[in-house]
């Protein structure tokens, strides 16, 4: 761990000021929230699980130093806290009857919900961190399910965050290894981001991609150590997923750390994939579905990779481009949850190009294609060598392990491309004409998928 390197990230920062990591900080949680807050009192918010592992001790510590408090704010420990706007709702009414400042004690879900109830109240925040299991903690914004859709809503991030590694060694294995997954999906994430710039869509900001990519290799080269529950491991993740949500807040944006993996988890949470009736245990957490994400568009990359882009029948391909009333009509029929449907319609036709710019896209994309080929390998991994990190550090690589059948799973390409305006490789796949070979080729027997296909039926064993 650097904390150089979180000082310097600090400084380009829009909201976060102070950062605390280390072993028995929680010991030190009434100065640095003095030095944030000054005399102002404090109200923990927790669910009964993490007010258990660390809110008590947080309360009590506040309590010792003389801090005025007022009555933690505790969720049901059961079942599992959903990141809802009802929740949201819920916790608002209850700030408004006073002026404390939050302090959120838990990882994901619970921060977010005080995040964003927090910005609804119009006061600033502090986060005490239970979990290395996401990179939202210092994000902009919140990934919060709103009228059917999971969507970022807008909200400043915490003005002081503490993470005690004494607490995060000690968190459940599969929270720190889904925190793994959200960070190593950085990878595809960042080949994406190479696209969108070269193509002219979106521009890379060199401090939100410096702050993200400049040391993933480092955060994610030690998978088998986190799952031992080793506290150098452990405080290298929390580094990055700490400076992977200053670099969203630096750029305002999640695009510095979210691309079609996300796009692919976001899809799922949406759908209902691993929570809801009929499903047993807690709720299939974020980054186990950015994992497997990851290991899909690192596959589809591969694909795309092996063709020469800068050699297309720009003629042919313009002049099968699909309309708008085309295009809206076949995202309407892709889904059948009728948010969802609004939404991606939404979503695809904010990014839509008529025939003419899809000519004058693909123009440049000739003229990029040698360079950006070069920089996107050098940016990303093999599927199979993000797969084998993955499993070291204990996560499902496969959509059978997420309790998502493979016909599903292909699907999940094409319908994943229309939820969000984002440019990614599924866009670019698409205005290239290559997608639908690129998919099937995945998905034959001799493909990537198709192999792992093979593979469950031949062993039954989801560790493959």
């Known amino acids: 761990m650097n904390d150089e390197r979180i000082e310097a990230a600090l400084r380009e920062a829009t909201d976060t000021e102070n950062v605390t990591i280390g072993s028995g900080v929680l010991a030190s949680i009434d100065d640095l929230f003095g030095e944030s807050f000054g005399d102002r009192p404090a109200v923990v918010v927790a669910d009964e699980n993490t007010f258990a592992v660390a809110g008590e001790e947080v309360r009590r510590r506040l309590e010792e130093a003389g801090r005025e408090l007022v009555e933690p704010y505790v969720f ?12 949201i709702e819920k916790l608002v009414e209850a700030l408004r009857g006073h002026e404390a400042i939050p302090v959120a004690v838990g990882s994901g879900t619970l921060n977010d919900i005080v995040k964003r109830a927090s910005h609804e109240c119009g006061r600033p925040y502090m986060c005490v961190a239970t979990a290395a299991s996401m990179d939202g903690y210092t994000a902009f914004g919140a990934s919060i399910e709103k009228d059917g859709l999971k969507q970022t809503l807008a909200c400043s991030a915490p003005k002081a965050f503490l993470a005690d590694l004494d607490v995060l060694a000690n968190a459940p294995p599969d929270m720190t290894a889904s925190g793994y997954a959200d960070i190593l999906g950085k990878v595809t994430s960042g080949a994406d981001w190479l696209v969108a710039d070269a193509l002219g869509v979106e521009e890379i900001d060199p401090s939100g991609w410096s702050l993200v990519q400049d040391h993933l290799r480092e955060w994610t080269g030690e998978p088998a150590e986190l799952r031992e529950g080793d506290q150098e491991a452990t405080g290298n993740l929390i580094e990055g997923l700490v400076m992977s949500g200053l670099g ?35 709720p299939l957490s974020h980054g186990f579905k950015v994992g497997v994400g990851s290991v899909a568009i690192a596959a589809l990359y591969e ?8 050699n297309l029948d720009i003629d042919a391909i313009s002049g099968a481009w699909p309309g708008r ?102 866009d670019l796949a698409a205005e290239s004409g290559v997608f639908e070979e690129c998919i099937e080729g995945l998905f034959a027997p001799d493909g990537f998928w198709g192999r792992e296909a093979a593979s469950q039926a031949q062993t039954g064993d989801p560790t493959r």
């Open 76 to 87: 049901p420990g059961e079942p599992t806290l959903y990141a809802g706007y009802a929740n």
């Open 248 to 282: 969203m807040q630096s750029y305002q944006s999640s695009r510095t750390a979210s691309g079609a993996e996300h796009q692919f988890s976001h899809l799922w949470e949406m759908e209902g994939l691993g929570h809801g009736e009929g499903h047993e245990g807690p």
């Open 303 to 310: 694909r795309i990779l092996e063709r020469d882009l800068g």
């Open 325 to 426: 009333d085309e295009v809206e009509r076949s995202v309407r029929e892709a889904h059948t949850i009728p948010d969802l449907k609004r939404g991606a319609v939404e979503q695809s036709l904010a990014k839509y190009v008529d025939a003419e710019e899809l000519a004058e896209r693909l123009e440049l994309l000739r003229k990029v294609w040698p360079d950006l080929r070069g920089r996107l390998r050098d940016q990303l991994m093999p599927a199979k060598q993000i797969s084998k990190m993955l499993r070291a550090a204990g996560c499902p690589t496969r959509p059978d392990e997420i309790g998502l059948g493979w016909e599903e799973f292909e699907a999940t390409y094409s319908r994943a491309r229309t939820i969000r305006k984002r440019y990614t490789v599924l």
